[in-house]
Antibody, heavy 115, light 106 residues
Framework: QVQLQESGPGLVKPSETLSLTCTVS????????WSWIRQPAGKGLECIGR???????NYNPSLKSRVTMSVDTSKNQFSLNLISVTAADTAVYYC?????????WGQGTLVTVSS | EIVLTQSPATLSLSPGERATLSCRAS??????LAWYQQKPGQAPRLLIH???NRATGIPARFSGSGSGTDFTLTISSLEPEDFAVYYC????????FGGGTKLEIK
């Protein structure tokens, strides 16, 4: 059974960088695609980007200038960096398996942008 | 960007009733559409992919239909655990989600 677990700071200051890591168990990160999806409180879902270990990366056009994703095969993890954050980036961030559809999902981690 | 519009925004039904949820795309997505269920405090769960294929472990009371721009998720007989928010999502052009339909107990 594939399981994903997000980790990272729950509070980030405005203009700083949001950094999250997803640890994958039950499957090698080299054999799949992976995504980050976020959900502001009470709102809908937004795909931030999708990556595989071969270097294939696609970012949401609306976030492309601020996003970097990477894969660490030695730790079976993938990561998200989002620079120059504002209050609008406050959301629950999910790491997700993303071959053709989004499955499975991590439990999500709340990141609040506030000074 | 392909916009997905879900209707109704809220659907009030009783257990045992049939639920019909709609998702309309701003342009054709072929059959590249999925449905997810999200309960409060939980991550979404994949129900249906490629418009009509149930994901692993999803009960047979859930079914999907449609192609092109108009899609439907049907729950044949509502169980208490089915009351949740449902999202559609397309992968024809990037990945976008609909705004969701809240299925609540009447």
């Amino acid at each position: 059974q594939v399981q994903l677990q997000e980790s990272g700071p729950g509070l980030v200051k405005p203009s700083e960088t949001l950094s999250l890591t997803c640890t994958v168990s039950g499957r090698s990160v080299t054999t799949y695609y992976w995504s980050w999806i976020r959900q502001p409180a009470g709102k809908g879902l937004e795909c931030i980007g999708r990556i595989n270990s071969s270097g294939g990366i696609n970012y949401n056009p609306s976030l492309k200038s601020r996003v970097t994703m990477s894969v660490d095969t030695s730790k079976n993890q993938f990561s998200l960096n989002l620079i120059s954050v504002t209050a609008a980036d406050t959301a629950v961030y999910y790491c997700v398996g993303a071959y053709n559809w989004f499955d499975p999902w991590g439990q999500g981690t709340l990141v609040t942008v506030s000074s | 960007e392909i916009v997905l519009t879900q209707s109704p925004a809220t659907l009030s039904l009783s257990p045992g009733e049939r639920a019909t949820l709609s998702c309309r795309a701003s342009q054709s997505v072929s059959s590249y559409l999925a449905w997810y269920q999200q309960k409060p405090g939980q991550a979404p769960r994949l129900l249906i992919h490629d418009a009509s294929n149930r994901a692993t472990g999803i009960p047979a009371r859930f079914s999907g239909s449609g192609s092109g721009t108009d899609f439907t998720l049907t729950i044949s007989s509502l169980e208490p655990e089915d009351f949740a928010v449902y999202y559609c999502q397309q992968r024809s052009n990037w990945f976008t989600f609909g705004g969701g339909t809240k299925l609540e107990i009447k």
